[in-house]
């Protein structure tokens, strides 16, 4: 059995490639940016089962607020993944691609600040890394300078993105052409990901000694080699936010330029303002990017080659699993298909209806007519005849014959229409509400006990007096409300009860909406 070399074994061992996305101060903890995620969102990824305040001290830097984001589920993570290897050289490397969202004065950052408000802005307290990380994500407290830094086995990078694609080169570097030059984000990825061990050594010293600017000569050489670039296994997480924005936009340009078997996105430490736009954002990546969804701590940590720094995480975690949610999408796509198609056949059954219907008023109203105008012509020829022969014909004939053609032709013409026309068209707006709400509640039964497990809050929040007033109020209306739909057979009001040309066989039921 041949020996196996050093060189060799170092060349088998698996790259690991964590990319942070904007885990800055603005979007977690500053008060004043536009762009901050809701107080429902941030405790939860930041803090966990803490009750820390995070507003406490206001938009200053606080060591206690640091301290406590550092213990919370983000900063058990980073610790584990970050903090073991810069502790410990002999660890296999990790290289942390901290994307920063990072603007300077000018035309483009003046064009995005009407869209979203001041944010950002270089070396304001904003655009710094978030407070209780930065010894994770900034190791050597050089980040603000330099574009790369080393502590232990902990490689960090520190891109600077100016725009809301991570690929797209900032400003100062796009020139005049029409297609764009690859960015910073671009010449590290193809020198970390499909670069030889030669080539990611010798980067080390380029970008300690000229920054970015040094590698992309390196970096296009790689990418220009015809020989097979894929001599590793590499493993590539991505958090930060948005999940809906710059997550999803730049897992999809992970996936358009580079071969990754194993990708993945953290459902725990990713974060939209909503609940809907980040269950919508993974349902994405997972079915149209093929993306992993990791949850927690642990199984993160273990993608990237460390053990799980907790053995219970629901100690620390309160953020619910992306598997939970994992078939919402598809279960509301196909209430919407159930509830579309039964309202295409109830459609179809109340438009025949309704044409019956006024079939049937067309051939009342032309019958009346024609009697009408009978009766009409009689008491003309009997007016004519009793003129003629008074003794034979008398004057009452002509005035029954005249007066039941006159009812018989003003009951055609107002009243008989008027009627069936009013309680057709009620008849039928009632229909549909009912055969709406019936087709919804039979489309909701088989995935309804699922779709509650799904949107059941992971713990209650502390929110500001008027939020709680008003969701006082908003309680309190509903429970005065009190809307049912009737579930049992005997309580349906099915078609015979909704007096279409005749009275009801059983008394009302209870009208929706009526408070008990």
Not at 84 to 91: G, K, N, V
Not at 127 to 152: K, W
Not at 481 to 492: D, F, K, N
């Amino acid at each position: 059995m041949s020996r196996v070399t050093e060189s060799q074994r170092i060349s088998e061992e698996p790259r690991y490639v964590l990319l942070t996305e904007c885990l800055q101060n603005d979007f977690f903890l500053n008060t004043e940016c536009r762009l901050r995620l809701p107080d429902t969102i941030v405790p939860q990824m930041l803090l966990g089962t803490s009750r820390f305040n995070l507003h406490a001290e206001g938009n200053a830097p606080s060591t206690a607020r640091a301290a406590a984001i550092a213990a919370g589920p983000l900063g058990v993570f980073l610790g584990a993944a970050v903090g073991a290897r810069r502790d410990d050289a002999e660890l296999s490397p990790l290289h942390v691609l901290n994307l920063r969202d990072w603007h300077v004065p000018g035309s483009t950052y003046d064009a995005e600040r009407r869209l979203y408000g001041t944010h950002c802005e270089e070396r304001t307290w904003g655009a710094e890394y978030l407070e209780g990380l930065t010894d994770f994500l900034d190791p050597t407290a050089t980040g603000a300078t330099d574009d790369y830094a080393e502590a232990g086995a902990a490689r960090v990078y520190h891109v600077r993105s100016d725009s809301v694609f991570d690929f797209k080169p900032r400003a100062e570097q796009r020139g005049t052409r029409r297609k764009f030059r690859a960015s910073e984000l671009e010449d590290v990825l193809d020198i970390v990901l499909q670069g030889s061990d030669d080539d990611v050594q010798r980067v080390r010293g380029l970008l300690s000694a000229g920054g970015f600017p040094a590698i992309h000569d390196l970096a296009r050489e790689i990418d220009s080699r015809d020989a097979p670039q894929k001599p590793h296994t590499v493993y590539v997480a991505v958090i930060g936010v948005y999940t809906d924005i710059k997550v999803t936009t730049l897992l999809a340009g992970l996936r358009t330029r580079y071969d990754l078997p194993n990708l993945a996105v953290s459902d725990t430490f990713t974060a939209s303002p909503s609940l809907e736009r980040h269950l919508a954002a993974l349902d994405f990546s997972a079915r149209v990017l093929g993306v992993d969804i990791v949850h927690g701590i642990g199984d993160l940590a273990a993608y990237l080659g460390t053990p799980p720094p907790v053995t219970d995480e629901s100690t620390i975690v309160t953020r619910t699993s992306y598997a939970r949610y994992r078939s919402y999408m598809q279960d509301k796509q196909n209430v919407l298909a159930f509830q579309d198609e039964k309202l295409q056949q109830y459609l179809a059954l109340t438009e025949r209806r309704s044409l019956e219907v006024y079939e049937r008023i067309k051939q009342a109203n032309t019958f009346l007519l024609v009697f009408g105008a009978t009766f009409l012509a009689l008491t003309l020829v009997f007016a004519i005849l009793g003129a003629i022969r008074p003794s034979t014909f008398h004057w009452q004939l002509v005035a029954i014959t005249g007066g039941v053609g006159l009812i018989q032709l003003v009951s055609a013409f107002f009243s008989k229409p008027v009627r069936d026309l009013q309680q057709n068209l009620t008849n039928l707006a009632v229909f549909k509400m009912v055969l709406e709400s019936h087709s919804l509640k039979t489309a909701l039964a088989p995935t309804s006990r699922r779709l509650k497990r799904s949107v059941s809050f992971t713990r209650p929040m502390k929110l500001p007096p008027q939020e709680r007033r008003s969701t006082y109020c908003s309680s309190k209306y509903r429970r005065s409300r009190r809307l049912t739909v009737p579930t049992s057979r005997a309580s349906r009001p099915w078609p015979s009860q909704l007096a279409i040309g005749r009275p009801p066989r059983h008394p009302p039921t209870r009208a929706v909406g009526t408070a008990r």
